[in-house]
């Protein structure tokens, strides 16, 4: 299941998974992260994975290939604050294949993550 976390900045945004993200929860979260990008050149994002086991296949994808590409294009940061090796690795997997900076963040670094992403905000 996921959860939007409250925020101090326009474009910044938090997002809590935990336990399973089932395809229901694709289903409610695609329409969520594409609301993030409208009106945005770049927006940054926080995942926090919280007792996070992984994910399943998602049923869908993104209805709107377009909106997808364009949330790829806007993702300038990207924070994963978790607990697990695989996760850290998981924040490591796309870094050859995207222009998103991504940084893995220990559960006890939430501070921190937050710190990175607004870094150089106007």
Do not use: C, N
Request: hydrophobic share 45%; net charge negative.
């Amino acid at each position: 299941m996921f959860e939007v976390l409250e925020t101090s900045r326009p474009e910044v945004f938090g997002i809590r998974v935990s336990r399973r993200l089932t395809a229901e929860d694709y289903e409610r979260l695609i329409p969520v992260l594409a609301r993030m990008v409208e009106g945005r050149a770049k927006l940054r994002i926080l995942v926090l994975m919280d007792h996070f086991e992984g994910w399943d296949t998602p049923a869908i994808g993104w209805p709107d290939p377009a909106s997808e590409v364009r949330f790829a294009l806007s993702l300038e940061r990207l924070a994963i604050v978790g607990e697990a090796l695989w996760q850290a690795r998981l924040a490591r997997l796309s870094d050859p294949f995207s222009p998103t900076e991504t940084r893995f963040f220990h559960k006890e670094e939430v501070a921190q993550a937050w710190q990175w992403l607004e870094e150089e905000l106007p």
